[in-house]
């Protein structure tokens, strides 16, 4: 599961100091302020509480396939991102592409993380080189790619992996960062940047009141200027108390603002493949049941009057703005 840590860890409040000067020398685009909340610009009252439950790590293993599609088609998962680079990422991409009224982004992937099960990147080697650890498989951590690797690589690697959902029939609706590579640095984060405005999608971004605690408000106001189109809240600090899966969630959902929030999961199914990858495939199977098969959860959702959306009028809402 990806680890919970400081959204600008590793000396990024200063670093993130120079994100705004790095944004503004890409981006041209014409002004479009963000005064109203999202809601509300979907076309929603102010009032309204609306919420995407995005699926991580998808195409990981089969396991977490089976989980989103399980939550998408009977529960309540709205949308889900695809690591690409992974084995089983061909058959959530051929699922995509035959239902193309499901919500599918890019979990953008330059790490392979555990022990045994590993994946190379989707870009040819000899163009990403510093990627690849010894073994050629992606770096298992960030500080270890931001180490060997530059944002340039990282771009090449990221353009690839949209590029391959695309070129697989997947309808992409927006892009995040698998363990936060292309977030935890400002030149990488104009990376991340430059990928959502080449492409043009939305990007999974940290809630002011995060960006406001790291001493950048300004951040979210300056990127929405160029018509990026990111949630209200995200569900993020609040990790730093999650211990059982069901209490965590039923709080969030109980304590979720008007306007867009996203939370994001790991949901798999409890295979026996699963529990050889991760250590934490109890917690990834009880969020899948959390989220596709519990009743109360289902209830709370409907009492609280919560509306479930997917990224996909994100992406519409962006494009319209941007007219590409």
């Known amino acids: 599961m990806q680890t919970k840590k400081n959204f600008l860890s590793g000396g990024m409040p200063l670093l993130f100091s120079l994100v705004i000067v790095l944004v ?27 919420l995407i439950v995005n699926c991580d790590d998808v195409g990981m293993c089969n396991a ?98 949209i590029k391959k959902a695309l070129a697989a029939g997947v309808l992409v609706t927006h892009i995040d960062s698998h363990m936060g590579t292309m977030q935890y640095s400002p030149e990488y984060f104009k990376a991340y940047v430059q990928l959502a405005m080449e492409f043009n999608l939305p990007l999974r971004m940290p809630s002011q009141s995060t960006m406001e605690k790291f001493k950048q408000p300004e951040l979210r106001s300056e990127l929405s200027k160029q018509g990026i189109v990111f949630t209200d809240h995200f569900v993020y600090e609040e990790l730093d108390n999650y211990k059982e899966v069901k209490p965590f969630w039923t709080s969030i959902i109980k304590n979720l603002k008007p306007g867009v929030t996203e939370l994001f999961i790991h949901a798999s199914k409890l295979t026996d493949e699963l529990k050889a990858i991760t250590g934490t495939a109890e917690k990834r199977s009880q969020e899948a049941a959390c989220f596709t098969s519990d009743k109360d959860i289902r209830q709370l959702i409907q009492d609280q009057g919560v509306i479930l959306i997917g990224y996909r009028p994100l992406m519409e809402l962006q494009r319209k703005l941007r007219k590409l």
């Open 24 to 50: 503004n020398s890409l981006l041209l685009s014409p002004v479009f302020g963000q005064s109203q909340l999202l809601s509300v610009r979907l076309g929603y009252k102010p009032t309204d509480k609306l």
């Open 64 to 161: 977490a396939n089976n989980a989103v599609i399980d939550g998408m088609e009977n529960g309540l998962i709205t949308s889900g991102t695809i690591m690409t680079p992974c084995p089983w990422a061909g058959a959530i991409e051929d699922y995509a592409k035959s239902h193309p009224e499901k919500d599918f982004g890019v979990h953008l992937t330059h790490t392979a993380e555990w022990r045994f099960y590993r994946w190379g990147p989707v870009a040819p080697k000899d163009r990403v080189k510093g990627l690849c650890d010894p073994e050629g498989f992606l770096w298992r951590s960030v500080e270890e790619v931001y180490a060997h690797s530059n944002p340039a690589e990282a771009l090449t690697e990221g353009r690839a992996q």
